[in-house]
């Protein structure tokens, strides 16, 4: 018996949230219990949980991530959250930030056979690619790396005034807590947890929501990125 007979049938909850794209989003889910478990991306005994722990857990985010944004999506693996972030929100530019190139490949090859037009996929580390990506309004993670650590990745690609959305488990206090002095060096200026999904998950998500001042990253990062304009400005002269 293959891997991808123990996909369960979508749940009706999943009709509702992918709407006119559910058909994409059971590909993507038997793409992750195929291709995915092949690859060694996701683990085979996740492909019985992969509509309520990993699609719909994520496609949820939605309900907190503002319209028309530009969104990075830092380690995104097999692309969660942020390919069923963009099965949903079709208003939204989504870059899937990934270094391995294993990973880079199938995303690839997601995108373009869902046809997610407005995802970019691009491989390399957060701290590599400043200057190669604009800043953006959102940046999203799951299952990445403790919140103190993420935030020195993710908040210096965004935009004054954005904000870092952090998919985490039951010990998203505790890490909001241990984080919050490096979260205030990084240009975090209002924290707060958000619980989203009611009725269509159980238990909710939680959401760590880090939203930053007019410098993220702080004073090191301005000038590293002021820094990445001028040497952009220069290429283009030449």
């Known amino acids: 018996m293959t891997e991808a007979a123990e996909l369960p049938p979508a749940p009706e909850q999943a009709r509702d949230v992918f709407g006119d794209r559910f058909a994409d989003a059971v590909r993507y889910a038997e793409l992750l219990a195929e291709a995915g478990v092949q690859r060694g991306l996701i683990g085979p005994r996740e492909v019985p949980r992969l509509w309520e722990r990993h699609l719909l857990n994520c496609a949820v985010l939605s309900e907190v991530v503002p319209e028309g944004v530009t969104v990075c999506d830092v380690g995104s693996g097999a692309g969660l959250p942020g390919i069923p972030l963009a099965l949903v929100r079709d208003d939204l530019k989504i870059t899937l930030l990934e270094p391995l190139l294993r990973r880079t490949n199938f995303l690839t090859e997601v995108v373009e056979l869902l046809g997610l037009d407005h995802v ?5 580390r957060a701290e590599e690619v400043m200057g190669r990506i604009p800043p ?25 005034y954005g904000e870092m959305l952090a998919l985490k488990g ?29 009725g269509i998950v159980d238990p909710p998500s939680t959401v760590v ?22 040497t952009g400005r220069t290429r283009r002269r030449r």
Not at 120 to 124: E, I
Not at 136 to 158: F, K, N, S
């Open 120 to 124: 970019t996929v691009v491989r390399g």
């Open 136 to 160: 953006v309004h959102v940046v999203t993670a799951r299952a990445v790396a403790p919140l103190d650590r993420l935030a020195t990745w993710g908040i210096p690609l965004l935009r004054p």
């Open 170 to 198: 039951d010990t998203a206090e505790e890490e909001l807590k241990s984080a919050s002095s490096a979260l205030s060096k990084l240009g975090a200026v209002e924290t707060s947890i958000l619980h989203v999904g009611e």
């Open 209 to 230: 929501r880090v939203e930053v001042g007019e410098s993220p990253g702080g004073v090191r990062f301005a000038a590293k990125r002021a820094k990445a304009a001028r």
